[in-house]
Protein backbone atom coordinates (compact mmCIF):
# COMPACT_ATOMS: atom_id res chain seq x y z
CA UNK A 1 0.00 0.00 0.00
CA UNK A 2 1.33 3.63 -0.85
CA UNK A 3 1.88 5.95 1.73
CA UNK A 4 -0.33 8.62 1.86
CA UNK A 5 1.52 12.05 0.55
CA UNK A 6 -0.15 14.68 2.35
CA UNK A 7 1.02 18.08 0.11
CA UNK A 8 -0.45 16.06 -2.76
CA UNK A 9 -3.24 16.02 -0.81
CA UNK A 10 -3.60 19.41 0.12
CA UNK A 11 -2.80 20.35 -3.37
CA UNK A 12 -5.91 18.56 -4.50
CA UNK A 13 -7.91 19.65 -1.93
CA UNK A 14 -7.24 23.41 -2.77
CA UNK A 15 -7.99 22.44 -6.45
CA UNK A 16 -10.89 20.93 -5.62
CA UNK A 17 -12.12 24.06 -3.94
CA UNK A 18 -10.98 26.42 -5.96
CA UNK A 19 -13.05 25.25 -8.85
CA UNK A 20 -16.10 24.60 -6.89
CA UNK A 21 -15.64 28.31 -5.98
CA UNK A 22 -15.23 29.26 -9.24
CA UNK A 23 -17.77 27.09 -10.56
CA UNK A 24 -20.23 28.70 -8.09
CA UNK A 25 -19.42 32.11 -9.18
CA UNK A 26 -20.16 31.76 -12.42
CA UNK A 27 -23.39 29.93 -11.81
CA UNK A 28 -24.25 32.26 -9.27
CA UNK A 29 -23.12 35.26 -11.59
CA UNK A 30 -25.40 33.99 -15.00
CA UNK A 31 -28.44 33.74 -12.64
CA UNK A 32 -28.09 37.51 -11.41
CA UNK A 33 -28.03 38.32 -15.04
CA UNK A 34 -31.31 36.96 -15.91
CA UNK A 35 -33.42 38.03 -13.06
CA UNK A 36 -31.76 41.65 -13.10
CA UNK A 37 -33.20 41.67 -16.92
CA UNK A 38 -29.62 42.99 -17.78
CA UNK A 39 -29.01 44.14 -21.65
CA UNK A 40 -26.89 41.43 -22.43
CA UNK A 41 -27.52 37.72 -20.43
CA UNK A 42 -25.77 34.71 -20.96
CA UNK A 43 -27.30 31.41 -19.78
CA UNK A 44 -27.22 28.14 -20.68
CA UNK A 45 -28.06 24.19 -19.13
CA UNK A 46 -24.27 23.79 -17.90
CA UNK A 47 -23.51 26.85 -16.41
CA UNK A 48 -26.88 26.96 -14.24
CA UNK A 49 -25.92 23.12 -13.41
CA UNK A 50 -22.85 24.32 -11.78
CA UNK A 51 -24.43 25.84 -8.43
CA UNK A 52 -26.07 22.05 -7.46
CA UNK A 53 -22.60 19.90 -8.16
CA UNK A 54 -20.62 22.51 -6.17
CA UNK A 55 -21.78 21.17 -2.61
CA UNK A 56 -20.18 17.30 -3.58
CA UNK A 57 -17.41 18.93 -4.94
CA UNK A 58 -16.51 20.65 -1.51
CA UNK A 59 -17.61 17.04 0.18
CA UNK A 60 -14.54 15.75 -1.67
CA UNK A 61 -12.55 18.59 -1.20
CA UNK A 62 -13.17 18.63 2.71
CA UNK A 63 -12.71 14.36 2.74
CA UNK A 64 -9.19 14.64 0.75
CA UNK A 65 -8.11 17.43 3.16
CA UNK A 66 -8.94 15.06 6.63
CA UNK A 67 -7.32 12.51 4.74
CA UNK A 68 -4.22 14.67 4.50
CA UNK A 69 -4.16 16.04 7.87
CA UNK A 70 -4.46 12.92 9.76
CA UNK A 71 -2.60 10.74 7.06
CA UNK A 72 -4.77 7.71 6.90
CA UNK A 73 -8.22 7.07 5.03
CA UNK A 74 -10.95 8.08 6.04
CA UNK A 75 -13.89 6.57 5.05
CA UNK A 76 -17.23 8.47 3.67
CA UNK A 77 -20.39 9.16 5.21
CA UNK A 78 -22.98 7.76 2.60
CA UNK A 79 -26.05 9.75 4.30
CA UNK A 80 -24.39 13.10 3.71
CA UNK A 81 -22.98 11.80 0.43
CA UNK A 82 -26.47 10.57 -0.49
CA UNK A 83 -28.34 13.63 0.48
CA UNK A 84 -25.29 15.74 -1.40
CA UNK A 85 -26.03 13.44 -5.11
CA UNK A 86 -29.77 14.14 -4.67
CA UNK A 87 -29.41 17.69 -4.62
CA UNK A 88 -27.18 17.61 -7.85
CA UNK A 89 -29.80 14.86 -9.80
CA UNK A 90 -32.28 17.57 -8.45
CA UNK A 91 -30.10 20.52 -9.87
CA UNK A 92 -29.77 18.12 -13.13
CA UNK A 93 -33.54 18.11 -13.62
CA UNK A 94 -34.29 21.69 -12.54
CA UNK A 95 -31.54 23.15 -14.69
CA UNK A 96 -32.80 21.45 -17.90
CA UNK A 97 -36.45 22.77 -17.13
CA UNK A 98 -34.74 25.88 -16.19
CA UNK A 99 -32.67 26.77 -19.01
CA UNK A 100 -35.87 26.22 -21.57
CA UNK A 101 -37.90 28.49 -19.34
CA UNK A 102 -35.44 31.20 -19.29
CA UNK A 103 -34.96 30.47 -23.22
CA UNK A 104 -38.83 30.87 -23.18
CA UNK A 105 -39.45 33.80 -20.82
CA UNK A 106 -36.80 36.29 -22.97
CA UNK A 107 -37.24 35.45 -25.96
CA UNK A 108 -41.24 36.69 -24.68
CA UNK A 109 -40.13 39.17 -23.40
CA UNK A 110 -38.03 40.28 -26.73
CA UNK A 111 -34.86 39.44 -26.39
CA UNK A 112 -32.83 38.31 -28.96
CA UNK A 113 -31.02 35.14 -29.18
CA UNK A 114 -27.02 35.09 -30.34
CA UNK A 115 -25.60 32.63 -32.38
CA UNK A 116 -23.33 30.55 -30.94
CA UNK A 117 -20.50 29.66 -31.75
CA UNK A 118 -20.10 25.85 -29.82
CA UNK A 119 -23.12 23.96 -28.81
CA UNK A 120 -21.30 23.97 -25.13
CA UNK A 121 -21.02 27.77 -25.14
CA UNK A 122 -24.25 29.59 -23.11
CA UNK A 123 -26.64 31.05 -24.99
CA UNK A 124 -26.73 34.41 -25.58
CA UNK A 125 -30.13 37.10 -24.90
CA UNK A 126 -29.91 40.70 -25.99
CA UNK A 127 -32.55 43.46 -26.46
CA UNK A 128 -31.17 44.25 -29.75
CA UNK A 129 -29.60 42.27 -33.02
CA UNK A 130 -26.90 45.14 -33.45
CA UNK A 131 -25.66 43.76 -30.10
CA UNK A 132 -24.55 40.15 -31.17
CA UNK A 133 -20.76 39.93 -31.70
Known sequence: MDKINPFKLYSISLFILLLSVFCSYFSISYYIEYFSMKERILFSFQTALLFFGTPLLVYFSYLIFICAYKKKTKKMNNKIAGY????????????FFFSFYVRYDLVSKGYYICYKQSIFA????????DMCK
Open 122 to 129: PSEYVISK
Open 84 to 95: LAIIAIAGIVFS
